[in-house]
């Protein structure tokens, strides 16, 4: 069993930057790590993902302004978000998805990100 916990959101104007972590209780030497957001009344949407390996892929109304990164030895994952937009808000969900036993995906509660015009 892991346990993700989100960390970082807040109230921003449009404009500004926040970084958001996720920590794991156990190790994610194995997962696929990803971070997704849900704005009211609207699905959960992926907004980055990295592999084991280190490849990144970006939702498109994100690139170029968030940054995914992970540290294995710490098993953590960083959101770094600039250049906010009002668009941008929402709850960030950590996910970890294991391609090694257990072979399942794993969440966390979600950090609110405010972004004021």
């Known amino acids: 069993q892991v346990q993700l916990v989100e960390s970082g959101g807040g109230l921003v104007q449009a404009g500004g930057s926040l970084r958001l972590f996720c920590a794991a209780s156990?190790?994610?030497?194995?997962?696929?790590m990803g971070w997704y957001r849900q704005a009211p009344g609207k699905q959960r949407d992926l907004v980055a993902t990295?592999?084991?390996?280190?490849?990144?892929k970006y939702a498109d109304s994100v690139k170029g302004r968030f940054t995914i990164s992970r540290d294995n030895a710490q098993n953590t994952v960083t959101l770094q978000m600039n250049t906010l937009k009002p668009e941008d808000t929402g709850a960030y969900y950590c996910?970890?998805?294991?391609?090694?036993?257990?072979?399942?995906?794993?969440w966390g509660q979600g950090t609110q990100v405010t972004v004021s015009s």
């Open positions: 996910n970890a998805h294991f391609l090694a036993p257990p072979f399942r995906d794993y």
């Open positions: 156990g190790s994610i030497f194995t997962a696929a």
């Open positions: 990295i592999t084991i390996g280190g490849t990144t």
